[in-house]
């Protein structure tokens, strides 16, 4: 099977490592790539949104299958072209994709599906938001796709009129509307799900870190870590929730006349209520990738073609490895405001299995890698216990220094207290 991964971060290397072990994978590419990932697979020189130029690779080369990693080309159609040329490719169609392009159309949907969720109204000005909240804190969410960072939770009435202004008036995210959200409190947990436009398969547990600073301080990020499983949610209870947060939605889509193919994430607060859901992403997560996609022992490529074909993955069962996965997050100086970038990195070539170093924001600099983006590496370690997973990934992350290195230090300690 020829298989080319679309996308250039962490997310996309783990990917391309779980595919690595795939018995099915006799070729394998990434476009474009990072210099990280071009030490395991062959990366091309095509950039995720050039749609046609893509196409046109995937022809040219006679790919069997397209793994699609980053939002903005599913949004942009890229799943539409693809299939049009012929070409096996997973994602959802744009149609589908919008469930994670506008914040406004997923609560249409969850509401239409049955899906629990918290209260919520769409607002096109700064006065109409700050007519739309009945308390704090409030959840003010920029309704298109803003790469993680577009989502704020106003304290008082000072930081909520500040988001407001910079989404509607500043336009930070460029034009768009602002939907206003309850806040919900409990336990966050990440849910995805293998889809394949009839039926809803879902993964391993995770939980995801997405403020910058220990104990969840600070703005927030595309994330900081990640641990999978979650020790209170079991095999059992992930059948359970995926019931209720992935098939309805399944179902929607299936009814409305638009199979959703590919991954569903559901990120859900876990109330006194019960769960709701707190977003839909229509692809793997990053990093919960990371630490997801290390434990899969079944075979990543056939799920994926299983996938593309609508009932494929009827009868699947996934296999997963018992022990636990940390990922730490290595972000760049001024990340998430203002990521460093150009600085050298130092230590890689210290990570070396068991620990898995994936690579987002790098870049070459007369062959050594320096920092090119907000998240630069990504460690993941497994463990028989979380606090086992921790202190193994937390000893590779102090193996890697870069002038400015951010890091939280307390990912999956909520999973070492909770089983000690």
């Excluded at 959802?92 to 109204?121: D, H, I, N």
């Excluded at 008036?169 to 336990?187: A, C, D, H, P």
């Excluded at 979380?386 to 290195?405: I, Q």
């Amino acid at each position: 099977m020829k298989v080319l991964v679309v996308g250039s971060g962490g997310r996309e290397h783990a990917i391309i490592r779980a595919l690595l072990r795939s018995s099915q994978v006799t070729e394998l590419l990434c476009s474009p790539g990072n210099p990280g990932i071009a030490a395991d697979v062959e990366c091309l020189p095509v950039v995720a949104d050039d749609l046609g130029a893509l196409v046109e690779l995937a022809t040219s080369r006679k790919l069997d299958l397209v793994v699609v990693g980053p939002e903005a080309p599913l949004v942009g159609g890229l799943v539409d072209a693809l299939s049009a040329a012929g070409i096996a490719a997973f994602g959802p169609v744009a149609a589908a994709a919008r469930l994670e392009g506008s914040k406004a159309y997923a609560k249409e949907v969850m509401e239409a599906a049955g899906v629990p969720t918290g209260g919520w109204s769409t607002v096109e000005s700064v006065d109409a938001g700050m007519a739309a909240i009945v308390g704090y804190p409030a959840v003010i969410k920029f309704d298109g796709l803003a790469a993680g960072k577009g989502v704020v939770i106003a304290t008082d009435e000072a930081a909520a009129r500040e988001a407001l202004e910079q989404f509607l008036v500043e336009r930070r995210f460029g034009e768009g509307q602002v939907v206003v959200e309850e806040f919900l409190e409990g336990e966050e947990l990440s849910l995805l799900a293998l889809c394949d436009g009839e039926r809803a398969v879902p993964m391993a547990s995770a939980q995801d870190y997405k403020r910058i600073f220990d104990g969840d301080e600070g703005p927030n990020t595309g994330g900081m870590g990640s641990y999978c499983p979650v020790p209170s949610v079991d095999a059992e209870r992930v059948a359970e929730l995926s019931a209720i947060v992935h098939q309805p939605i399944v179902d929607h889509f299936s009814a409305i006349g638009t199979p959703f193919h590919g991954v569903l994430y559901a990120g859900l607060m876990m109330t006194a209520d019960g769960p709701k859901v707190l977003e839909y992403n229509t692809r793997f997560g990053d990093p919960e990738t990371q630490a997801v996609l290390p434990r899969l022992r079944s075979d990543l490529a056939e799920l994926l073609l299983a996938a593309t074909n609508a009932g494929g993955l009827a009868g699947r069962e996934l296999d997963w490895d018992p022990r636990c996965a940390v990922t730490v997050v290595l972000a760049s100086a001024g990340y998430p405001d203002s990521p460093r970038l150009g600085d050298p990195i130092s230590g890689l070539e210290l990570i070396a299995a068991p620990l898995e170093l994936t690579c987002a924001g790098v870049a070459d600099a007369d062959g050594a890698l320096v920092t090119a983006g907000g998240r630069v590496l990504n460690i993941t370690a497994l463990g028989e216990t979380p606090a086992a997973a921790r202190a193994a990934a937390y000893a590779g992350v102090e193996l890697v220094e870069f002038d400015g290195k951010q890091t939280r230090s307390d990912i999956a300690l909520r999973a070492e207290e909770a089983t000690e």
